[in-house]
Each structure stands twice: as C-alpha cells, then as structure tokens.
C-alpha cells in the first residue's frame, strides 16, 4: 500500500459528495443523479465512474474483484485493481463468490450474486433516451414526465428495419414501473439477471458525471413489444470447449488451424473455476 | 475523539447504504459510537453524530429540532462548516430526541420533496426515535424487500401518515433515517410502503 495517497485515493470531501449522490440513487432506483464527477489517474472511458463508486465504498474488510468484459485479466481490469490496491491494500480476488464489491464492464458475472455484495458496473453513456434526443435538458424532462414513447419508438423502428430486435448490448430496462434505465452495454442476455438481484447494483458514469442504482429485489424488465418479445442472445445447443458450461454467454472463436467455429465461456474466471471442480471431482 | 474519520465514517456509510438498499434491516452502529465516548455536543445522541460526519459539509444545509436546537446547530456547524438554515432550505433536517410532539410531522411537512425534474434535491430526515427491533407492527415492502419484512419503532404521532402524504407524488418525496438510543439504524427511503399491522390489536380483543 502506498501511504503517499489518501485511503482509496479520494480526500474525504469527495467521498462524502459521491455517497451523498449514491444515497439518493438508491432512494430513487433507475434515477441518473448528478455528481461532481473527479479526474482520475487513469485514461478517460476506462471506468472512472465505476472506479469513483468503488472508491467511496471501499473498506479495510472489503475484497475487490474487477471485470472487464469477463476478464479479470484485461489491461483496463488490472489498472483500476492496481490503483485500488495501491492506495487501500484491500485483497483483491478473481472468484465471484468471495468478493465483497464487485466492479465490471459489460457483464453481469455467472455465479449468482449474493445479498452481502454490491456490484459496480461502469457506464459509458447513462441516458438511454440520448439516441434520439440530444439535448440533456430535454431528456430530463421526458424522465420526469415519464414520456416514453420515443424509447419505445427507437425499438419499434429497429424491428421495422431487422425485423428483430437487434439492440445489441445495453438494451433499455423499466426500473420499478417508474424510470426507463440503460443498464449499461451489457449483452441481453445479462438482463433478466438485474431484475429482483439479491445484489444491491450501482451504476457510475464518470464522463458524463452520473450514479444510478438498482436496488435488491427490484423489479426490472427489458423494453419490449406483445408481437415482438424481448429475448436474451441464444447459446441453444452450444457450449463451452473448455469446461462444457451450457446456459452461459459464450464467446464465438474461429479456430484458425482448422476454419472451425468453437465457443468458449465469456466469464472467464467461471469458466476456471468450473474447471478446477471438474479436475479436482476426476483426481477423487 | 478516537474516532478515525476515514474508516469509522466509510463503515456508518456502508451501514447507511446495506440499510438504505434493505430498508427494514437494522444496522448497529454502536461500534462506531463507542468510540464517541465522551463526545456529546449540545446533548445529541453519539449516532446523530456519526450521521452529521458522515454525511455534512460546506456543500450541505442543515436544520435541527430540539433540545437547545442553536447550540447543536452551532456545534455541528464548527465540526463540518455544513450551514444551518430553515427547516424548508434544509438538504437535512436532524430530530433529536428530546425534540417535542409533532416536530417529526413537522419536519416531514416542512422538508422539501424535490421536483419531478430534480428528485434528488429533496431532504432527508433524520431521527433519533425510540427504541427499533425487528417485528411485526409495521409491515415494509417495496424496492430493496423480498416480498414483505416487518420492523417496530417506538415512536407516536401520525408521521406515518404525514410521510405517506408527502411521498405520494412520487418519484418527488422525503428518505427518513431513524436511530435509536442503542444505536440501531433503520432507513425508510420514499419508495418503502409501510402498512401498520392491526394483528397486535386482534390478539387484544381475542
Ligand atoms: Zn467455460
């Protein structure tokens, strides 16, 4: 641990601003409140908001896991671990089940998570109304009024265009019947897994200084139509080459020797721990 | 003060947030307290303390009901320079506990709910109440609750009521935070239900 640094790098005022802020998301789940947003010694789009929620929570006590696209292992991963190592000495661990605050971009992790965790994502663009409508002042209107319809439309014309609902990542959520919410460019697949979480969620944007939350056991439901249903990305008959999971994300990765497609599981500290059971059940 | 103002307030906040996120869990703050010992500006409860530490500072207003109401205010106001104001400006409105009848049904009327625009600029209340367990005297549900958990708080009047009045045109409305002389926490953000049991009355009559 470097003593040069404040505990988990903020001075106290910061923290104290950034936990007012975090309070009231949790007061009011799906609500984008504003911070004051700091600058952090690592590159912009690479976590800051999540890294400053992780900061104003973090413990002694606590053990820090950091994800980033399923990746305990990523550049972006290990440099917000290092920071949040050096400057707290806090244990930081690989293992879902074992971690306290849990920081990820672009995934839920697979192992469930339990009701003494709290999850970090990290969140690039937070307004999920910004696709169609620019002006911040506009969209905080639309919120308060609970005007929707333009959401709604966005997904509309895209199965008029692909026939489908072909969102992609961060496809938008109703958060408790009151606030349509991005949830961050997770796969639809990871949806379903933030309504009625044991885990309390947090959600930080550095650049364009928001926090949002979703608490435990809160209802949350994908944007969709009757005709045209909202559906997580299909793995249906495939599965992992490595461990054999079915029923995870999975990545699509060709061969290159032989041409071939193979999948393999996106969570990759999962899949190793699926894995390690697997040898340790044969070596018995 | 023993206290140390980086980890003892970062783990009253941690409480704050598992109470905050589960309204109906009671968190112990007494930990922290202990570490007050001795500390008791103006007559205020050590967990009231921990609370304006953790959560007051120049960027923050505040209003307190009570007791000798200006000698705390002054107080709190040299340990956080947050700036005393009146009950309807205030970002927190501080209870204390020898606050007299209706000041809670007041703060409540008083405190600002925010607007539908802004919705985090509304107040939060906070308490020091009777004595709170886990029970069955009001029933909490909403956001954060597995179906339904119960808690009892001494504590009269007709806040219920008044809360519920205040926080209907959601998502504008009040977060109320309760602590107790031994320390035990209990938040009630606006999106919590509270359903007052008559089961202990029915037992009675039987
Ligand atoms: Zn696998």
New binding site residues.
């Given amino acids: 641990m470097n003593n040069a640094y404040n505990f988990a790098f903020f001075d106290e005022g910061s923290k104290r601003e950034i936990r007012r802020a975090t309070l009231k998301a949790i007061a009011i789940p799906g609500y984008q409140v504003p911070f004051a947003s700091r600058e952090m010694p690592i590159g912009r789009g690479w976590g800051t908001g999540g890294l400053q929620l992780t900061l104003s929570l973090i413990g002694k006590e606590d053990v820090l896991k950091v994800i980033d696209q399923g990746s305990d292992e990523s550049v972006n991963a290990v440099s917000i671990k290092k920071l949040v190592k050096d400057t707290t000495g806090v244990q930081i661990t690989d293992h879902t089940s074992q971690a306290t605050i849990i920081q990820s971009r672009h995934r839920i992790p697979e192992v469930p998570l339990r009701t003494d965790q709290i999850l970090v994502l990290q969140v690039p663009l937070p307004e999920p109304l910004r696709y169609f409508e620019p002006s911040e002042h506009e969209t905080k209107k639309l919120h308060a009024e609970k005007e929707y319809s333009g959401a709604w439309l966005m997904l509309f014309e895209q199965i008029m265009k692909y026939g489908s609902m072909t969102t992609g990542a961060d496809h938008p959520v109703m958060v408790h019947g009151r606030y349509v919410m991005a949830p961050s460019p997770i796969p639809r697949f990871d949806n379903p897994k933030m309504d009625e979480n044991e885990a309390l969620i947090l959600l930080g944007a550095g650049r364009e200084k928001k926090i949002y939350a979703v608490p435990p056991y809160t209802r949350i439901v994908s944007l969709d139509f009757e005709d045209y249903p909202f559906e997580g990305e299909s793995f249906h008959g495939k599965c992992?080459r490595?461990?054999?999971?079915e029923g995870v994300f999975l990545d699509e990765l060709i061969d290159e020797a032989t041409g071939e497609t193979f999948y393999?599981?996106n969570d990759t500290s999962?899949?190793c721990e699926?894995l390690n059971e697997a040898e340790k059940a044969g070596v018995n | 003060m023993k206290l140390d103002v980086v980890h003892d307030l970062q783990s009253v906040y941690r409480k704050l947030v598992d109470s905050t996120s589960r309204p109906g869990l009671i968190s112990d703050l007494g930990k922290e307290a202990a570490l007050l010992d001795g500390e008791n500006p103006a007559g205020c409860s050590r967990s009231i303390l921990l609370l304006a530490l953790t959560l007051l500072d120049p960027e923050v207003t505040f209003k307190v009901y009570g007791g000798d109401a200006e000698a705390f205010e002054k107080e709190i106001n040299q340990l956080t320079f947050a700036k005393a104001v009146q009950a309807d400006k205030a970002d927190y409105l501080i209870l204390l506990k020898d606050a007299g009848a209706g000041s809670l049904e007041h703060a409540i009327e008083m405190a600002d709910p925010g607007t539908f625009i802004n919705p985090h600029k509304s107040a939060t209340i906070i308490a020091e109440t009777g004595i709170i367990t886990e029970g069955n005297k009001l029933l909490l549900s909403g956001p954060g609750i597995q179906t339904s958990t119960g808690i009892n708080i001494e504590l009269a009047g007709n806040w219920i009521e008044k809360r519920n009045e205040k926080n209907k045109e959601y998502p504008t409305g009040v977060d109320l935070v309760f602590v107790d002389r031994n320390h035990q926490l209990l938040s009630l953000p606006r999106t919590t239900q509270i359903t007052e049991s008559r089961e202990v009355e029915k037992e009675w009559v039987m």
């Fill in positions: 992992c490595l461990c054999g999971s393999q599981c999962y899949c699926i």
